[in-house]
């Protein structure tokens, strides 16, 4: 099984830094990309930021400029380093996976449980 673990997430002043985290752990064969979402109460669910196992990145175009998706040990810790946050930032911030877990198997989405960034002065 595969876990996704957040972590990061806090209470910041607009323009404003912080740094999250999630780290993949399990049975895991290959890692395609990892991702970042976020989800504001009463909005929908929004990919922020995404990375390729190549390091292809993509973003947001509200975020872009201000974030940075990256990634560490093989893929299984990605991390988002945002700055000049703003109040519009706030949401729960969610890890995601596409894995597949063992040789041959599925290729499946895995989600963290999210991480609170709350934006405010």
């Known amino acids: 099984q595969v876990q996704l673990v957040e972590y990061g997430g806090g209470l910041v002043q607009p323009g404003g830094s912080l740094k999250l985290s999630c780290t993949a752990s399990?049975?895991?064969?290959?890692?395609?990309?990892m991702n970042w979402y976020r989800q504001a109460p009463g909005n929908e669910r929004e990919l922020v930021a995404t990375i390729t196992s190549t390091g292809g990145t993509n973003y947001l175009d509200s975020v872009k400029g201000r974030f940075t998706i990256s990634s560490r040990n093989d893929r299984k810790t990605v991390d988002l380093q945002m700055n000049s946050l703003k109040p519009e930032d706030t949401a729960v911030y969610y890890c995601?996976?596409?894995?597949?877990?063992?040789?041959?198997?599925?290729?499946?989405?895995?989600w963290g449980r999210g991480t609170l960034v709350t934006v405010s002065s």
């Open positions: 399990g049975t895991i064969f290959y890692i395609y990309t």
């Open positions: 995601n996976a596409v894995i597949t877990p063992i040789a041959f198997d599925n290729i499946n989405n895995y």
